[in-house]
Nanobody, 120 residues
Framework: QVRLVESGGGLVQPGGSLNLSCAASGFTLGYYAIGWFRQAPGKGREGVSCIQTTDGKTVYANSVKGRFTISKDNAKNTVYLQMNSLEPEDTGVYYC?????????????WGQGTLVTVST
C-alpha cells in the first residue's frame, strides 16, 4: 500500500526556517518523482518543488527559488523540503505526492499534509 506521511510543519516567524519531511512506504522512492505542493487559506493547491529520484533533477516554483531546497534520502525512503527565509505568503498546508517517473506537476498518491504558519 502506497503511503506518504508529511511532518515538520509548525509556526515560525518571518525570516525563519523549517524542514519538512515526506516519509514514503509501500514503494521505493527510486522509481518515482516526488513533489511538494501547498494550499494557502482560501486558495487552490499549487506546486512548490519536485525531485526526480531517478536522476536527481529538481524543479522549483519561481516564488520559492533560492529559498527552498528539495532533497532525498533513498536509504530512509524520505524526501525533504528545507525552507529558509520564510514569508507570510508561504503559509499553508504542505503536501507531498508521487508524480510518476518524472516531475509533471500532477500528483498521484498524496499524504495528509502538514500545516506551516509564518506569522509574528
Amino acid at each position: 500500500q502506497v503511503r506518504l506521511v508529511e511532518s515538520g510543519g509548525g509556526l515560525v516567524q518571518p525570516g525563519g526556517s523549517l524542514n519538512l519531511s515526506c516519509a514514503a512506504s509501500g514503494f521505493t522512492l527510486g522509481y518515482y518523482a516526488i513533489g511538494w505542493f501547498r494550499q494557502a487559506p482560501g486558495k487552490g493547491r499549487e506546486g512548490v518543488s519536485c525531485i526526480q529520484t531517478t536522476d536527481g533533477k529538481t524543479v522549483y516554483a519561481n516564488s520559492v527559488k533560492g529559498r527552498f531546497t528539495i532533497s532525498k534520502d533513498n536509504a530512509k525512503n524520505t524526501v525533504y523540503l528545507q525552507m529558509n527565509s520564510l514569508e507570510p505568503e508561504d503559509t499553508g498546508v504542505y503536501y507531498c505526492a508521487t508524480e510518476g517517473l518524472y516531475c509533471s506537476g500532477v500528483g498521484g498518491a498524496w499524504g495528509q499534509g502538514t500545516l506551516v504558519t509564518v506569522s509574528t
